[in-house]
């Protein structure tokens, strides 16, 4: 097992500069950027843009070097939206300022030099650490993910096993109905709708609209600040459970389904075993394999995809905000420092996900498993 823990880790590195390479063309190739973006606000404000630069470039100036990231290639100021007319070694100079006056290659590399000692730069519009925000944000992401994965969890799997118990019956076939609608249906939407029925919407005030919790949390007693933290996360970890469930379900209830009719449960079933010390001793352990085995990945999904929509309509300031604005804004520095990051930890999870199959069933022999 060993030997299979020091490929995979090896192999994570070609993985992650992979995904970097493709991440970085794309967003190159996509318009805008900081460079014009600068020079819309410039114009847009009446700033003097020789002036502006003065001001604010010599702190940017310094840190170009961590902050050499994706984004525009090197251009002419004609090619530049808004450009017309202004003078060329003020857009030299712009883009100096954001690290965008070498070639991409060039930029690459530093990138990926600095990336690999954790060395994120400033964000082009925060003017933050990269690194800083994430950790300013994480809290929040922390507490959606961890709760929503835990009560999907513990909704979807005791559901999908008694669905599959229960196959064909009126219960499976009621609770199937329920489990169509949450999968059909997004989260978000589900979101809104609680928005107007329980915080205020056309009918009841029951529960906060926006944060995780209020602003005087720092001053009430400890179990206040439990109670009013629990509170605030009922609507958005609502929403995203109810949209989430329903894969889960189904996934576990097919898996008991596959298991209930092979032939060592027939054999069992001939034995004189019980139906609950079949699905206790023989089944379980077989069909939650997978299931079970799926929770980092699920976890690192719920954390930092599944939660975006449910930051913005709630107004939770996490990762998920945090990226939106950063590729609203074409904030390079925090779109690919966060990238790389989560990256990096997604594939560390998927590892920690292979040796958790280990873990619930000892008969897997990673020692002799091709990568």
Do not use: C
Request: charged content about 20%; aromatic content about 14%; overall charge positive.
């Amino acid at each position: 097992m060993i030997n299979y823990i020091v490929r995979r880790v090896l192999l994570i590195i070609p993985t992650l500069i992979g995904i970097m390479v493709v991440n970085f063309f794309i967003i190159q190739s996509a318009p805008g950027g900081p460079v014009e973006r600068m020079i819309a606000q410039l114009r847009g404000a009446g700033i003097n843009p020789t002036e502006m630069i003065t001001k604010s470039g010599g702190e940017q100036v310094q840190s170009q070097e961590s902050n050499a990231s994706a984004g525009e290639g090197s251009k002419s100021y004609t090619e530049y939206r808004g450009a017309k007319g202004l003078d060329p070694e003020l857009i030299k100079e712009i883009e100096k300022m954001y690290g965008f006056d070498k070639p991409p290659l060039k930029r690459f590399l530093i990138m990926m030099w600095n990336y690999a000692r954790f060395r994120f730069g400033n964000s082009f519009f925060k003017d933050e650490k990269v690194m800083s925000l994430v950790k300013e944000k994480l809290p929040v992401s922390i507490t959606l993910g961890l709760w929503t994965t835990f009560l999907v969890y513990a909704i979807s799997i005791p559901l999908g096993i008694r669905k599959a118990i229960k196959d064909g019956s009126a219960f499976d076939t009621w609770t199937s109905f329920v489990v169509t609608l949450g999968y059909a249906i997004p989260g978000f939407l589900f979101a809104i709708v609680l928005i107007i029925l329980f915080a205020g919407g056309n009918y009841l005030k029951i529960f906060p609209l926006r944060g995780l919790v209020s602003e005087n949390w720092r001053m009430l007693p400890w179990y206040k600040k439990i109670l009013d933290y629990l509170w605030h996360i009922v609507l958005p970890i609502t929403a995203s459970v109810i949209g989430g469930f329903a894969g889960l379900t189904m996934f576990t209830k097919n898996s008991f389904l596959e298991e209930i009719n092979k032939q060592y449960v027939i054999t069992a079933r001939a034995k004189g075993l019980t139906e609950k010390k079949i699905l206790t001793k023989h089944v379980f352990r077989n069909a939650m394999l997978i299931v079970i085995a799926g929770f980092p990945q699920a976890f690192i999904s719920s954390l930092f995809t599944g939660t975006v929509l449910i930051e913005v309509i709630f107004s939770l300031d996490g990762l998920g905000l945090l990226g939106f604005e950063s590729a609203l804004n074409r904030d390079y520095p925090v779109m690919f420092g966060t990238l790389y990051f989560f990256s990096l930890l997604g594939l560390f999870l998927n590892l920690l996900g292979d040796i958790m199959y280990m873990i619930i069933d000892p008969r897997i022999d990673f020692e002799r498993r091709e990568i």
